[in-house]
């Protein structure tokens, strides 16, 4: 009866101690599950064309079409974030870049309610949207 | 005995652990793939105008103040105005069912009590003409959100607007802004 007794005892402490054990919350901060270089590579497509503005309204345009509205943009920097408001809330930032004298490199980052999404298949899933809507294809980094 | 009950314990948090870890909600398949009803939403959400894009654009942001609108982005060079407003979203019939209910069973139902509403107006040229802008031909998106929070604080819904109505009465009152822009009133 005593062993029973003193193992209630120590169970919620034990449970308790892994709980408090596990990192601190502000980890979150710098949190990612993939590499920065697996990443880059997963969230990345090349265009063949020179053209940044047009890429841009097209990367616009499918968000639309994805249903997201777009609720921020900045030329200079070649920025765009989108939101998307379902059962869910999806968020995602596409920055679009020249990348030599022909090709244009899109970055897309995205967030799934209190997730970073880090996985490859969404982020195919918004490219081949996108090269669908750029007439080009996509070509990884 | 004792032994035997604290392993017992440790797999089952272990087991627990991982059972969280793999709970994780993963993303939806169609969270980011072209819905089969995607060329029906740009058509409800779209219109062509005879104009170039500042035009549009101007207009646009006149008729989204017009609606009491805040303008919280905008960036000519993509064609985009993003703005949203606060607003009330008390519906007196959801009201009268909490009503009803609570009476009945002595439970309080939440009901809807305030909303914001995100809109973005994303412009993009068809035809451009620097000499004579009234030969432009410009097209325009726009698309509607909106969050509902209930009276305990909540988010009751979160979605995009998808009526008919709303779409075509902000082309109207677009089409006139243009008319009121190209006088000059």
Redesign the interface.
């Known amino acids: 009866m005593k ?2 007794g ?2 209630v005892l ?2 919620p402490a ?2 308790l101690l ?1 709980i408090v054990g596990c990192a601190p919350s502000t980890r979150q901060v710098l949190e990612t599950k993939e590499s920065e270089v697996r990443l880059r590579s997963i969230q990345s497509r090349i265009f063949d064309t020179p053209d940044q ?1 047009k890429t ?2 097209a990367v ?2 499918t968000l ?12 200079s920097l070649g920025l ?1 974030s ?5 059962s ?3 968020k995602m930032t596409v920055s679009v870049r020249s990348r030599g004298e022909s090709q244009v490199l899109v970055r897309a980052n ?1 967030q ?2 209190i ?1 970073a ?1 880090e ?1 490859p298949e ?2 195919q ?2 490219f081949d ?1 996108l090269a ?1 809507s750029m007439f080009l294809s996509a070509h990884q980094m | 005995m004792r032994y035997k009950v604290m392993i017992q314990f440790i797999a089952l948090a272990a087991g627990l652990m991982v059972l969280l870890n793999s709970c994780a909600p993963q993303i939806p398949r169609e969270a980011l793939q072209l819905p089969p009803e995607s060329f029906k939403q740009r058509q409800l959400q779209s219109r062509q105008f005879d104009t170039d894009e500042r035009t549009l654009l101007s207009a646009s942001s006149a008729v989204l103040q017009d609606l009491g609108f805040v303008i919280e982005e905008s960036e000519p060079a993509y064609g985009l105005i993003f703005s949203s407003k606060h607003r009330d979203a008390t519906n007196p019939g959801q009201v009268i069912g909490a009503f009803a209910v609570a009476l009945l069973t002595g439970v309080a139902l939440p009901v809807d009590r305030d909303q914001w509403i995100r809109i973005s107006v994303v412009t993009q040229p068809i035809v451009v003409d620097a000499a004579d802008p009234t030969k432009s031909r410009t097209a325009v998106r726009v698309s509607f959100q909106r969050i509902v929070r209930n009276d305990r604080g909540a988010v009751s819904r979160q979605e995009s607007v998808v009526e008919t109505q709303i779409y075509r009465e902000f082309f109207d009152k677009l089409s006139q802004s243009l008319f009121l822009e190209a006088n000059a009133l």
């Open positions: 062993t029973i003193s193992s120590w169970c034990v449970l892994m503005n841009m309204r616009i345009a639309q079409d994805l249903g997201f509205v777009v609720d921020k943009a900045n030329e765009v989108a939101t998307r408001l379902s869910y809330v999806l995205a799934y309610n997730q999404i996985d969404p982020y899933r918004f949207a669908q």
